[in-house]
């Protein structure tokens, strides 16, 4: 295969983007009154509407062509079906088959997996009907009010977003914590809100060997101890998720207390597994399977909708529009929803460790960008803080804006608010103001001629900013699993036509490996001098204060 950048289908681009590149968006609305229904597209509840992109038919045409240069289709085939299509770890991607709700079979290695999936599926429900039943009691009889998930990236950003996103389904006397940060403060300032009495560990891993989830599960387990001052009790209130079993068991949980999930889960794809076991004890198994429906459906919209009408395949095709013929460096993703707060976060790992890559499948250094800088805020908070830049600022930000059409909470004056600043936002970035238009804005106020020719050119605004706007019916377990679903499916889209496998994270390891070789430095007191002279002098400077009589608050 060509290079990229060499194809046909992205040398027609290149040439459509420098006739179309100074066209304003403004005028393209003016000049199709059914722009907004040529360019929206729906499944079930979910709208998305695309129209205030920097497209026209022919943009869509050369991007559909791209997506077929690069096999989009054949590739998805491939990874539904089990194919080991990560190649570095030589894994199958097959987070699909934990939501895939039909009867059929997906077979990795000649083996369908989907009698464990709902082998699992069965145990998570048992396990948290009887959690949220009160049949299952602490060590000395009482019920379990708060669970505590301890896990880091993927073991703790999805089950994160979602327990926030569906607060509002909770059972009312059930609260759910998580523990990520190695830094003690996140565990510490946790345990000082919680009984052991009446809490439930959920130590999720994917590996068990992480060092920060493992450092503190271990100090929760002290914790624990320390208070409770019987091993056993440790059973009723310590379960885990993870695939390596045998570690789980090592660390003192009971077997019958583990939840199995598979090394074709990857990390950050694995909420649909048991490492949503956290969402299915805080709001119940029938939303975390209401969660996968969604996803479901998301999944089959995919694999069944022509590229044209697809909505995953078009929001990738438009990142890639924007990132390497615009030259966009990162994408705002704003929920106007505050339960959706944790969306970017969420999102950040799925794009930025999926597609963060500059070598090719082929092992060849990539000439072209790949995957963006993924950032964002719940609307409003955002306007109040970054939106000036988004607006003003001399760089090309295309953003996503999702929005309930209908709010969970009462104060309907709230949601009609929060519905107009979302739309207003939308507007705004695609209309802009152009010079003629603020002078005539500040005559009409009673400007003074002098006061007119400092401040205007400082309210101009060139607009022409991109944007998608998703609108759901109402935030729901169902509607959530389909708009992650989608933004799953849209990052491999966006990796298979950058040609990197979105599946493996070794920038990730080199890291942790380091840390490794540095936490020996210090943990001793003599001066080092084997790293570079930064990290030496800041090694010795910290060691310098810790040694010398500073002291620490500590668990052990
Ligand atoms: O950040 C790297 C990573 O490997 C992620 O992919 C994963 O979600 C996270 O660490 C946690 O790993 P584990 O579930 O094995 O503790």
């Known amino acids: 295969m060509k290079n990229l950048t060499e194809s046909s289908a992205w040398l027609a681009l290149k040439e ?17 009154s059914e722009r907004f229904e040529n360019f929206s597209v729906s499944l079930n509840d979910i709208l998305f509407d695309y129209s205030k992109n920097r497209i026209n038919e022919n943009t869509m045409a050369l991007l559909f062509d791209l997506a077929r240069q690069s096999h989009i289709e054949q590739w998805r085939d491939k990874m539904f079906s089990g194919e080991a299509i990560n190649i570095t770890e030589k894994r199958s991607v097959l987070h699909t088959a ?12 000649n083996q369908d997996v989907m009698p464990k999936v709902k082998s699992v599926l069965k145990q998570m429900r048992a396990f948290s009907d009887q959690v949220r039943s009160g049949q299952w009691r602490g060590y000395n009889g009482h019920r379990i009010k708060s669970v505590v998930n301890i896990g880091i990236g993927g073991s703790d950003l999805g089950p994160h977003v979602i ?40 130590i999720a891993s994917k590996t068990f060997t992480t060092q920060e989830t493992m450092l503190n599960a271990f100090s929760a387990r002290k914790w624990f101890l320390d208070q409770v001052g019987d091993e056993k009790a440790i059973e009723k209130h310590f379960v885990a998720v993870t695939t390596n079993i045998e570690l789980a068991t090592e660390f003192g949980i009971n077997k019958a207390n583990t939840f199995a999930f598979w090394d074709w889960v990857g990390g950050r794809y694995s909420l649909w597994s048991a490492i949503g076991l956290t969402i299915a004890v805080y709001l119940g198994m029938d939303h975390f399977e209401a969660l996968l429906e969604g996803a479901d459906e998301m999944d089959q919209h995919f694999q069944d909708v022509p590229l044209e009408e697809n909505i995953p395949v078009i929001m990738a095709l438009l990142g890639v529009w924007y990132n390497n013929f615009f030259a966009a460096k990162s994408y705002a993703v704003i929920p106007y929803s505050q339960y959706l707060d944790r969306l970017p976060a969420f999102l950040q790992q799925l794009d930025m460790e999926s597609n963060g890559k500059t070598v090719d499948r082929n092992g060849q250094r990539v000439n072209y ?15 109040h803080a970054f939106f000036q830049l988004i607006h003003q600022g001399s760089q090309l930000i295309p953003t996503d804006f999702l929005i309930p059409a209908l709010s969970h909470q009462a104060l309907s004056t709230h949601h009609r608010v929060l519905f107009s600043n ?27 001629e002098q006061t007119i ?10 607009g022409n900013k991109p944007s998608n706007t998703i609108v759901f019916e109402r935030l729901t ?21 950058w040609n990197i496998n979105s599946f493996d994270q070794w920038g990730v390891e080199y890291g942790k490996v380091l840390a490794g070789q540095i936490l020996v430095d210090l943990s ?33």
Not at 16 to 32: G, I, P, R, Y
Not at 373 to 383: E, M, P, V
Not at 484 to 490: N, Q, R, S
């Open 163 to 202: 327990c926030d996103a569906l607060k509002s389904y909770a059972q009312h006397d059930l609260n759910a914590y998580f523990v990520s940060n190695v830094d003690s403060s996140h565990l510490l300032e946790t345990l000082k809100q919680i009984d052991p009495e009446t809490t439930l560990f959920i």
């Open 16 to 32: 459509h983007f420098n006739e179309v590149k100074d066209v304003h968006m403004k005028d393209l609305f003016a000049e199709d």
């Open 369 to 383: 960008q790949t995957g963006p800088i993924i950032w964002g805020q719940a609307g409003t908070n955002g306007q």
């Open 98 to 109: 934990l939501r895939n709700r039909s009867s059929q079979s997906v077979n990795v290695d």
């Open 524 to 556: 001793q007191e003599a001066k080092v001098d084997n790293h570079d002279s930064s990290t030496n002098g800041l090694i010795n400077h910290r060691n310098n204060i810790y040694y010398n009589g500073r002291e620490e608050t500590t668990l052990d």
């Open 477 to 497: 377990p169902k509607t959530l699993g389909s708009i992650l679903a989608m933004y799953e499916h849209k990052v491999f889209v966006q990796g298979i036509i």
């Open 453 to 462: 020719e400092n401040i205007l050119p400082h309210r101009v605004f060139e």
């Open 422 to 448: 979302c739309l207003a936002q939308t507007k705004a970035l695609m209309l802009g103001k152009n010079h003629a238009e603020v002078l005539a804005e500040m005559k009409q106020q009673g400007i003074d």
